[in-house]
């Protein structure tokens, strides 16, 4: 008999944390989002960030992305960073697992 009085408290709890969890998601809706900035942006893994002219790639670059283009493998990477502000009185948020 504890033992599914144990069951039941547990479930209970973890069932609150996700009505919790589901409630802070649904206000990510109502929050105000602007993009800051972008980070660490390479093209077939050449730095582009700062590339404002052909002079600015070395040749050692040319050649990489030269190939990758041949290749038709252009991979583009980078990290987007974006501003949030939460403007309601609830509480946003979102858990992840690890």
């Known amino acids: 008999m ?3 009085g144990a069951l039941a408290a547990i479930t209970f ?3 609150c944390d996700v009505v919790k969890q589901v409630s802070q998601m649904a206000n990510l809706t109502k929050c105000d989002f602007r993009l800051e900035s972008v980070q660490r942006l390479t093209l077939a893994g050449v730095n582009i960030q ?3 002219k ?3 790639v070395t040749m050692f670059d040319a050649a990489k992305l030269a190939s990758a283009v041949a290749s038709q493998q252009l991979p ?3 990290t987007l960073n974006i501003e949030t502000r939460n ?3 609830a ?3 979102m858990m ?3």
């Open 87 to 89: 403007p309601n009185t």
């Open 2 to 4: 504890m033992l599914v």
């Open 76 to 78: 583009l990477n980078f």
């Open 13 to 15: 709890f973890t069932s």
């Open 50 to 52: 700062n590339v404002k």
């Open 54 to 56: 052909m002079s600015d």
């Open 96 to 98: 992840t697992s690890k």
């Open 91 to 93: 509480d946003a948020g």
